[in-house]
């Protein structure tokens, strides 16, 4: 079912047809969760692949022997997407590892009352565009991306697929404190020190695990070695579907990237949108990677960094 020029809209939200129908959606929306699943939430290109890998090899101990034979759409497969059941089907693990894109809105209701352990990953909103932007590039089961200008600004009215990401991370992170299941984890916490993020995930997840086993973890979840998985970045997906000679799945990965697609007016635009979106909201995000060589010595990640 190739559908790559279908649009769902569910929910008053888009989604690419090639991976979703009506049917898998609704379906994701009364999944009966169980108690010992590992549930893994981001908006596009936040991170999910970085923690869908840090979550497999926590299991592993550090083994890469799953990472590197799996393909990661099997071993944490989409909820909402059509193949879903068919991997469940099939697979053989104890804990189960889901992967979505839903906001809290829509899955709520379903993850309520169970004591599923959630990772909301989230990604400062610049870099975040910029990833997606030319992930649309290269991904033909969506529409086609436009010039940067008309791309950022579909994203700042929430036109684009998967919805508004401004209702998405509200609606997660608004859950902290009245959730005790869930623990909310950045992209830039992932890059700034993937050692002291490996070692919180694991302890959230009562899987705790020796130094050389956090190592382990460590140098096969790395940026480049995650580049050159292919159960990871995507090459075993068929050309017809991601343009592998457009560009790649994995690109660039940087904190502060989107300095080199944001003109200073862009900036300016993004800037009074996103402080009049996001007014009622106390998170602050990483937009740079100057902090990089401060948190490396340190244990504890910094939940508090600059702001826009």
Not at 69 to 89: D, K
Not at 93 to 111: D, F
Not at 283 to 293: A, H, I, T
Request: contains cysteine; charged residues 20%.
């Amino acid at each position: 079912m190739a559908r790559l020029d279908v649009a769902e809209t569910f929910h008053g939200i888009l989604f690419p047809g090639h991976l979703h129908t009506q049917d898998s959606l609704q379906l994701a929306l009364k999944f009966p969760f169980q108690d010992t699943d590992i549930v893994i939430v981001s908006f596009p290109k936040s991170g999910t692949t970085w923690m869908q890998e840090i979550v497999t090899l926590i299991s592993s101990r550090g083994d890469p022997h799953v990472s590197q034979s799996v393909p990661n759409w099997a071993r944490a497969p989409w909820l909402e997407q059509i193949y879903f059941s068919a991997v469940w089907e099939t697979s053989k693990t104890t804990t189960r590892v889901i992967t979505t894109h839903l906001p809290h809105h829509l899955l709520g209701p379903a993850l309520q009352g169970s004591k599923a352990k959630v990772i909301y990953v989230s990604r400062n909103p610049k870099d975040m565009v910029v990833s997606f932007y030319h992930f649309h590039k290269i991904a033909n089961f969506f529409p086609e991306a436009g010039t940067f200008p008309e791309f950022l600004n579909r994203f700042l009215e929430g036109k684009l697929h998967y919805g508004s990401w401004f209702d998405h991370i509200k609606g997660w992170t608004g859950q902290i404190g009245t959730m005790n299941n869930l623990l909310h984890v950045t992209y830039e916490d992932m890059s700034l020190n993937l050692h002291a993020a490996m070692k919180r995930v694991s302890a959230y997840l009562q899987r705790p695990l020796l130094e050389d086993e956090v190592n382990n973890c460590v140098k096969h979840c790395s940026f480049n070695s995650m580049k050159d998985n292919k159960m990871v970045n995507y090459t075993l997906i068929d050309q017809e579907i991601i343009n592998h000679g457009k560009g790649f799945f994995m690109r660039n990965g940087k904190i502060g990237d989107w300095k080199n697609m944001f003109t200073d007016e862009l900036n300016q635009y993004f800037q009074s949108i996103f402080e009049s979106k996001m007014k009622d909201c106390t998170l602050e995000f990483v937009w740079e990677e100057q902090q990089k060589e401060e948190t490396q010595t340190n244990e504890q990640i910094p939940r508090k960094n600059t702001k826009l």
